[in-house]
């Protein structure tokens, strides 16, 4: 089934490559509208009505897209294959089409006029790009909804309506118009970047930087006061620091849209001006503070300042750039970064993310960063998957400390960010390979970093991570360790920590351990929330037992398994500042965990 799937979808792209070679271009539209029904009916079978009117300027055929994925999620999740009950008419009169490929549709006017096109959307995937709906609320990127006219290019004026409950709420990014739940964009690309929540949500905001910032959380409940207020204590703190990097807030205003359940995708999906995060229930109380700064980040880098690669936004295909290391990777520098800068990391949390990512990087195959960051849209099996995250936060670190090394701590990666945001950013364009390096050398003063850039970037050399840390007032220092692993995933809720996931060659599955089996205890530790595993690996690292008892919750019965011991190597990576380092690096540490320069 697995290897149908890959031919499967080698085929679809390189049907769509062979496609792409036939221009096409649709007869010119304007008035372009959309309707999005959200009602109670609508998400009760899992749906949304799409409705896109426009008015034709003649009767030559007009050609209509849909997306094949969404920027900052950089994989193809081909929309149109949760498109149902197309249809298209002019004044009530049905009008012919058909299919080019699969996600392009032919639209035949009789004549200029109206156009109605319409057709249901499947929402129930659980994934932060796509379209998701319960019983009282429906989630969408413009993405997965909005068609476009192929070959008109993407900058004209749109209107969505939103028709659902009286009662829910709708919240968006996109600029409000006269009537109710009416929003504008003036072009295709912040059409689509301006995801919605639709139905009963918790909604509150506060400003910050002099712009209002709004959290949308669903479940409602699930944004309860404690919570409401430290989130807004972290975005307090980290914001100003981000904001600083680039001198401006460059968002009307910013939504932090979170939901949470059982089951989720993980992680966050950033758009201009909002980010979009799925957290587990049992995450709900854990320290997300890093998984909202480095979206947050993303609204200057990437989505404002980008790869030349990658300007403008191509919709019908991947889009591969070399540099995702730049626009992935450093931002998960500054993520963490700016949390040590705001105040709500100290440089110990700072310099153990830092150690993270040494330790991750040396685990995996040598490999070019910029060859990663080709890498993400086919999910490589070779151990580099995602590596452009660490290696590339872990090369922006670098750089940061050469540049302030060389220029005697007057430049910084944060000039180098700044810099390329006014030059190209402001100008329109998105920035090349020569733009890069070139504001690297500036802020270092004049000094090259072509041979740095040939080996560690382009090339496969190891990183010189020790050599760099010196000239900061660092060290880094591994240790192996040998600790116990169950092969389980869990979720935690107030019934316990259940099992979602099992490995059935891994040790709870040896043990006789069954999904929805609530986990008591194991040995003598006992285990009441995920965090609980950090713990019990540390009291049993290294152990010459062989197995442990593990209690377990089966339905009404309780249960007591074997659990063999099976320890797994792991080389736990530390970052530490030197005892009397030159007075020189202990300056470039401390200006840039304060984002200064001399």
Avoid: C
Wanted: cysteine-free.
């Amino acid at each position: 089934m697995l290897r149908r799937v890959g031919f499967t979808l080698i085929a679809l792209i390189g049907a769509k490559a062979s496609f792409a070679q036939t221009a096409r271009v649709s007869a010119p539209i304007t008035d372009i509208n959309y309707e999005i029904t959200a009602d109670s009916p609508a998400v009760g079978r899992r749906q949304l009505g799409v409705v896109m009117s426009f008015t034709a300027a003649s009767g030559s055929p007009i050609i209509l897209a849909l997306p094949a994925w969404s920027p900052g999620h950089y994989t193809l999740l081909w929309f149109a294959r949760r498109v149902s009950q197309f249809s298209a008419q002019s004044n009530g009169t049905p009008l012919e089409w058909k299919k080019l490929d699969f996600q392009t549709w032919e639209i035949t006017p009789r004549a200029a006029g109206p156009v109605r096109v319409s057709f249901n959307y499947l929402a129930d995937a659980v994934d932060r790009a796509v379209a998701w709906t319960s019983p009282n609320f429906a989630f969408f990127n413009g993405t997965n909804l909005f068609l476009y006219p192929v070959g008109r290019g993407f900058n004209w004026p749109a209107r969505v309506t939103v028709r659902t409950e009286q009662s829910w709420r709708v919240a968006t990014g996109m600029d409000p118009a006269a009537g109710v739940n009416n929003f504008t964009a003036a072009n295709y690309h912040d059409l689509t970047d301006m995801p919605f929540y639709v139905g009963r949500f918790a909604f509150d905001s506060t400003q910050i930087v002099g712009k209002w910032i709004r959290l949308a959380f669903y479940p409602a409940a699930s944004l309860t006061t404690a919570r409401r207020d430290r989130t807004f204590a972290w975005l307090q703190k980290f914001v100003p620091a981000h904001a600083a990097v680039f001198g401006e807030a460059p968002f009307r205003n910013y939504t932090l849209f979170q939901r949470s359940d059982t089951v989720v995708n993980g992680g966050g999906l950033e758009h201009q001006s909002s980010q979009v995060d799925e957290v587990t229930t049992s995450q709900l109380d854990a320290p997300l503070a890093g998984l909202y700064s480095h979206e947050f980040f993303h609204a200057w880098n990437v989505k404002r300042l980008r790869p030349a690669d990658m300007v403008p936004y191509r919709y019908d295909d991947a889009q591969p750039t070399t540099w995702l290391w730049v626009s992935e990777g450093v931002t998960d520098y500054y993520g963490a970064l700016g949390l040590v800068r705001g105040g709500v990391n100290d440089s110990t949390g700072f310099f153990g993310f830092i150690a993270d990512e040494i330790a991750f990087v040396a685990g995996v195959p040598p490999t070019a960063v910029s060859d990663a960051s080709l890498g993400s849209w086919i999910n490589p099996t070779d151990g580099s998957s995602g590596l452009y995250y660490p290696k590339g936060g872990l090369t922006g670190f670098l750089l940061d400390i050469m540049i302030r090394d060389a220029s005697n701590n007057h430049g910084s990666l944060d000039q180098v960010m700044r810099r390329l945001y006014d030059a190209t950013y402001k100008r329109g364009k998105g920035f090349t390979g020569a733009d890069w390096w070139g504001e690297v050398s500036r802020a270092a003063g004049g000094k090259s970093f072509t041979e740095f850039a040939r080996r560690y970037v382009d090339g496969r050399e190891p990183l010189p991570i020790d050599s760099v840390l010196r000239l900061a007032g660092l060290r880094s220092e591994s240790d192996t360790m040998r600790e116990p692993r169950l092969g389980i995933a869990t979720s935690t809720d107030s019934t316990g920590v259940s099992i979602t996931q099992l490995t059935p060659t891994g040790a709870a599955a040896a043990a006789g351990a069954r999904l929805g089996d609530r986990i008591v205890s194991i040995g003598d530790f006992t285990i009441s929330n995920d965090d609980s595993f950090v713990a019990w690996r540390a009291r049993y690292a290294g152990t010459a037992l062989t197995t442990l008892p593990m209690i377990v919750r089966r339905g009404s019965e309780t249960i007591t398994l074997q659990l063999p011991v099976r320890l797994n190597t792991r080389v736990q990576t530390r970052v530490l500042p030197i005892p009397n380092a030159p007075e020189k690096a202990v300056r470039i540490r401390g200006a840039i965990l304060r984002g200064a320069t001399s």
